[in-house]
């Protein structure tokens, strides 16, 4: 394998060097700071359109290979890469950022030009997360995407920023330090750094427990699973609109993915032993997170926690599989499982982001997020009102939107392995449409509740461009999700089929 | 005793610095006050140009010289320059510091210098003997420049404390070393590797050889100020003039950790059994209560005090996998600290200016305001300290933590670990006041900048941080080849 293309190199060095720019041009120069940033975050969208439109369906191998020696002494090397599981959420993350940006444009008065860098340059660590086929290479984009991150609730964040973003950071840090001990450690079995080769290495039972459990400490804070959830709320109530967009839409997603490229191949037998284990951490976050989201009367946290609550769907997906292979000893059928967990992380990014950029829309002009402040919004902000019932509804899983085909194909795998793990997975459909609903009703509807809301001005054309790209999308992938399931196809069969492989 | 001149060619650093630092404390004599800065300038010449010297005269074998008393060998070559540049760096960092206070005077500059020769000597030890010499030379020097400040009571109770508490240690490692020397009769380091290598079998030479190990490595946990022989560390690095902390905070390690390889590795490799649970205790007390106690801290030097007792715990690990891949590490560790710690309290030397010192955590916040450029350097040289990547601190934890899980310590790593999480807070802490807090009513405005060297040497220092970060490759090739 040689470096035939550097595609992935461009998609996260270009939003660091746009980012580097941004902060050089600075707010001295008028609009020209986030002008650049736009400018920047665009290209980098079509790039990864291009690795989109280029990627090979048909192979699981890893594609637009970068492989450079880099710290010869550690053996760590440049190694980028991406697979049908990994491409999607590249595309994702720069399609965010524009969204970011476009939402940052006027909002954030003090420091504009820093927040924008700041968000360009986690997008290009995101980006090398994501790309990332050296698990030191993927450890650093994991740690160093935690700084632009920390620094944008610490600076822009709500009145309570300070313990949040240093929460979220020691959670993650704490999270991430032992996934390094289990790298180091498979490091000195196989003297390799690769994380390809670590998916062949052979291991033993009680290594394999300990590794299951430093990564599910990692990943598990990062999705966030219950009961280590508990730094989100925080950081989302606290984060300003751009920051919870960016973490509810894509860094969530990382743990998932580290889930897929660590956990499931790298020690699938204890994957396996400890499935139910899983599972019911998955459904508890589903059920239980679902009715704890029902008694938020903050907005923000009320998403936060339907976050928490659609990504135990994604965990409960990956490990369905197992209890499947279990039960009829072929992974016949059981590819639908994780399928439909990726189809729920990308669509969850496309309606959590559109989520919170709502409430951001209504925090912007009354500087409140209680649910409580608002109520009848609908009479002042008839457009605004239209395109928030409807990422609403996708929240809730309607047919025809995105979020009903993860959620829908994650409940027929289920059925396969249980008949009852599915019916509670599938409760999420009457909970997530309760808090959701409830909280559109008590917003939106009714009567017009004060002079606050009495004075509200409709969405300006800024917002309304990025409802409407966000409208599009949800739509698009849920009447027509076909394109995205097909990219995924034959890298989750070659990993249903890793996983039935004993490692021991 | 035989003489030969062309051993002197070997020993060509330590002569040049020793003929160059009696030039500047001549010259210093006939300058006027007005005018030391031609003093300054000349230190600097002097460690520049030794560091040249040192840098000529690398490669090859390692050479034993002076009856085998004296060892010039590639790590010993390596250390040096790294202590030579660093010293220069943090010249370079207390000028202005020490002109404000007074304190800007020939004295500071030579007593440096013969620090730094102390240290080079003790790098070239090949005998207890010549070791000890080094090691004093360096340490009397040190309390010399912490007394500098003779009419501050705290820098005063510093030095006295130093002082009393640092002889007590030295005579602990001369204790030591003469049990050493009764059991093997030698005081030649490689003689008395040979030694212990073939008497492995004599229990009664074996329980005199770990009585005075016992004293030697509580001669080396003082110096270093490894817990639970840390308590000068705090209050020295406080009590000192912070120019003379940051010479403190940052060469001596490297010496330190020669000390550590001249010793344990060269000299007593076969009682690893011995030291390595020794040392053992000594890391993870240092990096459990350094990191701890620095939660407690308001004082940036007293913080960055307890980070530098558990930056050392971590420095031993790397020793105590006693592999040689572990002594690099300890290595790239040893340098790469002395750097960021001299970036930390050049900050402080930067922030600090007249009858002000910028010591206290909350003279910090709302930084990120008023000095955006600075405020990101030192939030690279924090997160550096608390090894997060992209920083070279992450790469020295790295190392030393692959180190120890090759040799199956993996609990220890996982104990290492969880207890620079816990130091992380403390770094973020200072993050969080310099970027989120608004300025305090009242509080001191810091000193206005303008391009001046201090400000010019930390944006180096901190960028040189990052860099390494991004290719450390370089340094651990260097460390690599000065150990293997």
């Known amino acids: ?504 | 005793m035989k003489f030969d001149v062309a051993e002197l060619t070997a020993v060509a650093p330590e002569l040049t610095l020793l003929t160059l630092a009696c030039l500047v404390l001549l010259v210093d004599l006939f300058v006027k006050e007005e005018s030391r800065i031609i003093t300054g300038l000349l230190t600097l010449g002097s460690l520049l140009i030794t560091a040249a010297v040192v840098a000529a005269g690398m490669g090859g074998e390692s050479q034993l010289l002076f009856s085998e008393s004296v060892i010039r060998d590639p790590m010993g070559d390596v250390l040096k320059i790294a202590i030579l540049l660093i010293t220069t760096m943090v010249f370079l960092y207390s000028g202005d510091y020490q002109k404000d206070r007074g304190l800007y005077r020939g004295e500071y500059f030579v007593l440096g210098l013969f620090g730094v020769l102390g240290m080079m000597i003790l790098i070239a030890a090949h005998s207890f003997l010549t070791l000890y010499l080094g090691l004093e030379l360096m340490s009397l020097s040190m309390y010399a420049m912490v007394a500098l400040q003779r009419d501050e009571a705290r820098a005063s109770e510093a030095a006295m404390k130093y002082f009393v508490l640092g002889a007590l240690a030295s005579g602990m490692l001369l204790y030591g070393i003469s049990m050493l020397y009764g059991a093997t009769g030698t005081l030649n380091i490689s003689e008395v590797a040979h030694f212990i290598q073939g008497q492995k079998e004599n229990a009664d030479l074996n329980l005199v050889l770990v009585f005075g190990l016992v004293f030697v490595v509580s001669g080396i946990a003082f110096k270093l100020g490894a817990v639970p022989f840390h308590m000068w560390v705090p209050d020295v690095y406080q009590g000192a003039p912070t120019s003379v902390t940051t010479y403190i905070a940052s060469v001596p390690k490297i010496a330190a950790f020669a000390l550590v390889m001249r010793l344990l590795v060269d000299g007593l490799n076969g009682m690893v059994a011995d030291w390595q649970p020794m040392l053992m205790i000594l890391a993870l007390l240092s990096m459990a209560l350094g990191n701890l106690i620095a939660i407690a801290q308001t004082n940036l030097k007293r913080m960055l005090a307890y980070s530098g007792i558990s930056h050392i715990g971590f420095l031993l690990l790397g020793v105590l996998s006693a592999t040689e891949a572990g002594y690099e590490s300890a290595m790239f560790y040893a340098i790469t600290y002395a750097l960021t710690s001299a970036g930390g309290f050049g900050m402080i030397l930067l922030m600090s200016r007249k009858g002000f010192e910028a010591e206290e955590l909350s003279d910090y916040k709302g930084l990120a305001k008023r000095h955006p450029w600075y405020a990101l350097m030192m939030l690279i040289l924090l997160f550096s300290m608390a090894g997060v990547p992209p920083t070279v601190g992450f790469y020295a934890k790295l190392a030393v933590l692959q180190q120890v899980i090759s040799v199956g310590m993996v609990w220890l790593a996982i104990a290492a670990v969880a207890f620079s999480v816990i130091g992380a807070f403390y770094y973020l802490r200072v993050i969080k006041m310099i970027y989120f807090d608004p300025e305090e009513e009242g509080s001191q405005p810091l000193q206005q900048f303008d391009l001046n060297p201090v400000g010019i040497t930390l944006s180096l220092n901190a960028i040189v941080v990052l860099l390494l970060g991004i290719f450390p490759a370089q340094l651990m090739l260097i460390c690599q080849s000065a150990i293997g």
Do not use: C
């Open chain 1, 1 to 504: 394998m040689s470096s035939d293309s550097s595609i992935l190199s461009l998609l996260i060095w270009l939003p660091i060097l746009g980012g580097l720019l941004t902060l050089a041009v600075g707010d001295r120069r008028g609009p020209f700071g986030r002008i650049t940033a736009l400018l920047f975050s665009i290209i980098t969208l079509l790039i990864s359109l291009s690795l989109f439109a280029e990627f090979d369906r048909t192979t699981h191998l890893m594609q637009f290979v970068e492989l450079v020696p880099w710290i010869e002494p550690f053996n760590i090397n440049y190694h980028l890469g991406v697979d049908g599981i990994s491409m999607p959420f590249i595309v994702l993350t720069s399609f965010m950022t524009v969204i970011v940006v476009i939402a940052g444009w006027e909002v954030i008065q003090d420091r504009n030009a820093q927040y924008m860098a700041a968000f360009l340059i986690m997008t290009g660590l995101m980006n090398g997360v994501f790309a990332a086929l050296d698990a030191i290479l993927f450890y650093i984009f994991w740690e160093a995407m935690l700084i632009p991150m920390f620094i944008i609730i610490g600076v822009w964040g709500g009145p309570n920023r300070v313990y949040a973003t240093i929460k979220f950071f020691l959670y993650t840090f704490l999270g991430s330090v032992f996934m390094l001990i289990s790298l180091l450690w498979l490091y000195s079995e196989s003297n390799t750094f690769s994380i390809l080769a670590y998916h062949d290495l052979k291991i033993g039972m009680s290594a394999q427990m300990l590794i299951f459990f430093a990564f599910l400490l990692a990943f598990a804070v990062k999705v966030p699973m219950w009961p280590v959830h508990t730094w989100l709320p925080d950081a989302h109530v606290e984060a300003p609109t751009g920051g919870s967009v960016v973490l509810a839409a894509i860094m969530l997603k990382m743990g998932a993915y580290g889930f897929l490229r660590f956990t499931l191949p790298i020690v699938p037998d204890a994957s396996s032993e400890l499935d139910t284990f899983m599972i019911t951490l998955s459904l508890i976050a589903v059920v239980y997170i679902g009715f704890v989201a029902l008694v938020q009367q903050d907005m923000k946290k009320l998403i936060a926690y339907s976050s928490i609550s659609h990504m135990g769907f994604v965990t409960l997906g990956f490990f369905i599989p197992f209890l499947i292979f279990k039960q009829s000893g072929s992974m016949e059928g059981a590819a639908i499982g994780i399928e439909g967990a990726l189809a729920q992380m990308i669509s969850h990014g496309f309606i959590s982001g559109a989520m919170f950029l709502s409430v951001g829309v209504l925090y912007d002009r009354l500087h409140s997020r209680q649910i409580g402040d608002y109520g009848g919004v609908a009479n002042t902000m008839p457009a605004f009102a239209a395109f928030m019932l409807f990422f609403s509804m996708a929240n809730a899983g309607l047919p025809g939107t995105s979020g009903f085909v993860g959620e829908f194909m994650v409940i027929l795998g289920a059925f396969r392995a249980n008949f009852w793990i599915a019916f509670l997975a599938a409760t999420t459909l009457i909970i997530g449409a309760a808090y959701t609903l409830w909280m559109y009703k008590r917003v939106v509807y009714g009567k017009v509740a004060n002079d606050g809301v009495a004075g509200l001005s409709d969405m300006n054309h800024r917002e309304f461009l990025m409802m409407t790209i966000l409208a599009v999308a949800v739509l698009g992938m849920g009447l027509y999700p076909a394109p995205i399931i097909d990219v995924m196809h034959a890298s989750v069969d070659h990993l249903l089929q890793q996983i039935t492989i004993s490692k021991l």
